[in-house]
């Protein structure tokens, strides 16, 4: 009698909802065995009997042939009695138990589902819910694990026998596609408008939605995450009402494009950019801007890039158009369904409610959104990609960690706020949340924190927050932790954390580690921003920054450029003459009130700032006085700098000849004495004044300036080196997300010896701190409640040295 082994094999990792399952049954049965699959919570489970050399293969190449959407982090089995039988079944699923499995991210519309979409012969001709095993919705409509169509808000649409037949069949497609529907059983799309919103009397709702659009109307729609707001791009009225009505000033608009070719005269578009744009992700990309003005320059104003995406659901391609549909939008301003700092919508009642002021139209359908989750946004640096926020399509894969941890919630920041749960060798985060000012966004983090423990079956024991003591993510933290310790971490540490974790860093060597952005509360209670820190993590070292400035006004001074500008020419001791671009644009009453904050210290907070001096020079350049949204002053310099003229240099630049860069003054203590390194901008502010009044091109100001900053980092890490013996280098904080200066630092670093870590998968900003917070938490070896005080200090964070 021929000898019979039967496995028990488990297979973690992205597993669930991407066809694992049927490949397991497929494969199996190919192989002639018995046995059966099972989703559990933690993975998939098969038991596979049959002939030696049937089970050895089939386990032996289980991971190496997986379904393209699988992730598979490991893949365990073992030897069980044999339990006889014949045939090969996917049985129910298990319940019960920690969850241990991953939950897939949602996946764009597949080419096999688009061709289905568009042919007139098939029976999910133009249903806006076309999905498949390998695309649709995962992660925003999973209520719970295992992953089954019952955990899904999938679970309200009983299946027709047609597509119950699909979903039994193996050779099918749609073997097991927990979100599998069609026409005859599936969600339905419904075209609301008027005051107060009714049922729109057009039979197919995506023809009226097209026909408001074309209208110059601006539409609610609803899509995997959340709603977006919508309105054609080519007219002028349409896109200038929207900006009104949502409250946007200048800040750049997202487009959505039918194909590339609509949108290659208006962008540079790379083979890594158009990898993403047409990827299963689908996220904003930012792409470099042409020289064409219409529409770039009212979607994106003053600004070097354009966000573009493709559609990434079957509703997107029916807004824009299949082939053979009357002409319509080819190109759709699509920006989140929400107010300025407000949480994007999910809810249909709250959409038509919260909504109402902004939309005149809502394109809305019955299946729940039970996550919400915005679009991701991405640019490409150097050849690389470069998050700058991960939501759609990468929420909720987790991170690999260099290093285990214990179980840990880390709450992150309170601008672009993500949070972050970690346990073992994984970190999971969560999708963008938002900016923590707003109530709302509060109420959203709070669900959205016990949605991922939910599917991660990660209970925190251990609670990480920055040390600002106005965060509200902090003070969320400490109401929330109980008896459990709460480690607080500095802003700047934890930035370098993340984009040490990031790269796979275990924390042996230290780092140097150049954090740049706008604020993060500082150990002396100043604002830092542009901090060198010798880091690992366990703690830092200030090695060098910037020199303090006095802030007035403290946001007054974010919002108006031109008083940062004012605020360091005084500290400078340079005058506020009135030829200078920034005191023109001050009114007279207010700069009384300027110099006299200034002069008696009065609501005034020391800075080290980068980000406030780039927001200065583009004052003092004349480029932007004003900022309407965050970051727009430094972005609009790096769009001048982008346009630099050409200039006789060296070609160390950010941009090919800007000629040499401006000089900040070091002070550098002698290394017996201590004390961190400080990088003065007064010299910087006297060589921008000097060349305002030679009337020299603002843009050649701001290139110069680009120049100015990247060869300061290149020489405060060559100190740092001699003195240290360190050769690695972190950059990190928002102002990396500028690729002109990212792109310099890092070249001239390379040519130094120096090896560079820049953020890829994390996000420079405050959407990557999370991240970072919990792996200092995790080396800061917490155990014990710190019940006076609610909160636990990482060590060695106050060592000043050069």
Not at 330 to 356: F, W
Request: aromatic residues 4%; contains cysteine.
């Amino acid at each position: 009698m021929e000898a019979v082994q039967r496995r028990r094999v488990t297979v973690r990792g992205v597993v669930q909802g991407v066809g694992f399952r049927p490949y397991v049954y497929t494969r199996a049965t190919g192989l002639g065995l018995a046995g059966h699959v099972t989703n559990t919570p933690e993975g998939v489970v098969a038991e596979v009997e049959g002939a030696p050399a049937a089970v050895s293969e089939f386990c032996d190449r289980l991971a190496a042939d997986a379904p393209p959407l699988a992730v598979v982090d490991a893949v365990d089995h073992c030897e069980v009695p044999v339990a006889g039988g014949a045939g090969f079944t996917i049985v129910a699923s298990r319940t019960g138990g920690p969850a241990r499995t991953l939950v897939s991210p949602d996946v764009a519309t597949c080419a096999d589902c688009l061709a289905e979409l568009a042919d007139p012969a098939d029976r999910r001709h133009r249903h806006p819910f076309i999905t498949c095993t390998h695309c649709g919705p995962r992660f925003t409509i999973v209520t719970g694990l295992p992953y089954d169509r019952a955990h899904t808000t999938m679970s309200r649409f009983p299946m027709c026998p047609d597509c119950s037949r699909e979903y039994a069949d193996p050779a099918d497609r749609r073997f097991h596609a927990q979100p599998v529907a069609c026409p005859a059983c599936g969600p339905r799309l419904r075209l609301l408008a008027g005051r107060p919103a009714r049922a729109s009397s057009d039979a197919d709702p995506v023809a009226g939605a097209r026909r408001l659009l074309a209208a110059g109307a601006i539409l609610a729609v609803k899509g995997l995450g959340g709603y977006h707001l919508a309105c054609d791009a080519a007219q002028p009225g349409a896109v200038a009402e929207l900006r009104r009505r949502k409250a946007r000033g200048d800040k750049p608009f997202a487009l959505m494009a039918r194909n590339l070719s609509d949108v290659e005269h208006l962008v540079h578009i790379g083979p890594e950019e158009r990898s993403l744009l047409t990827g299963g992700v689908r996220p904003i990309v930012l792409l470099r801007r042409r020289a064409a003005a219409d529409p770039a320059d009212r979607i994106a104003p003053r600004c070097p890039d354009l966000g573009v995406m493709l559609p990434y659901t079957p509703v997107h391609h029916l807004l824009l158009g299949l082939p053979g549909d009357p002409p319509g939008p080819r190109l759709l301003v699509m920006t989140s369904g929400n107010l300025a700092g407000e949480p994007i919508v999910t809810d249909d009642d709250e959409a038509l409610e919260r909504l109402a002021h902004l939309a005149d139209a809502w394109l809305v359908h019955d299946r729940p959104i039970h996550v919400p989750c915005d679009d991701s946004v991405v640019r490409v640096c150097d050849g690389e990609p470069l998050t700058v926020r991960r939501s759609r399509g990468y929420a909720p894969l987790p991170v690999p960690l260099p290093l285990p941890v214990p179980a840990i919630l880390a709450v992150g920041g309170d601008l672009k706020n993500t949070f972050c749960l970690g346990e073992g060798r994984r970190a999971w985060l969560s999708a963008h949340i938002g900016d923590m000012d707003d109530l709302a966004t509060q109420y959203a983090f709070e669900r959205a924190e016990r949605q991922l423990e939910s599917i991660t079956g990660v209970t925190p024991a251990l609670l990480a927050a920055d040390r600002h003591p106005g965060y509200r993510s902090g003070r969320w933290a400490r109401r929330n932790a109980g008896e459990r310790p709460l480690v607080r971490v500095q802003h700047h540490h934890a930035h370098i954390a993340s984009a040490m974790a990031e790269h796979g860093l275990d924390g042996g060597r230290r780092v140097i580690g150049v954090a740049f952005d706008g604020t993060g509360y500082g150990e002396d209670g100043a604002v830092w921003g542009g901090e060198l820190l010798l880091a690992d993590y366990a703690g830092f070292t200030r090695f060098a920054h910037l020199a303090y400035v006095p802030l007035p006004g403290g946001d007054a001074a974010v919002q108006r450029p031109y008083r940062t500008a004012l605020a360091h020419l005084r500290a400078a001791g340079l005058g506020w003459t009135p030829d200078l671009p920034c005191t023109a644009a001050c009114p007279p009453d207010e700069l009384g009130v300027l110099a006299t904050l200034l002069d008696r210290n009065l609501n005034c907070v020391p800075t080290s700032s980068m980000g406030r001096l780039f927001d200065a020079v583009s004052s003092l350049a004349g480029i932007c006085h004003r900022a309407g949204y965050e970051a727009q002053a430094a972005i609009e310099l790096e769009s001048a700098a982008l346009g630099a003229p050409a200039a006789p240099g060296p070609g160390s630049g950010p941009h090919p000849g800007p000629g040499p860069g401006y000089a900040f003054a070091l002070r550098v203590p002698p290394a017996a004495v201590g004390g961190p390194v400080t990088a003065d901008p007064a010299p910087v502010l006297a060589a921008v004044v000097a060349d305002v009044r030679a009337g020299v091109d603002p843009a050649l100001i701001a290139a110069r300036f680009h120049t100015s900053v990247a060869e300061l980092v290149a020489a405060l890490c060559g100190i740092a080196r001699e003195r240290h013996g360190l050769d690695t280098v972190a950059l990190t904080g928002g102002v990396f997300a500028n690729t002109l200066l990212s792109a310099a630092c890092a070249r001239l670093l390379r040519e130094r010896g120096f090896t560079v870590l820049r953020h890829r998968r994390v996000p420079p900003n405050d959407g990557g701190l999370a991240l970072g917070q919990l792996m200092v938490a995790a080396a800061a070896g917490v155990t014990e409640p710190h019940r006076q005080q609610g909160e636990a200090h990482v060590p060695g964070g106050t060592r000043q040295s050069a």
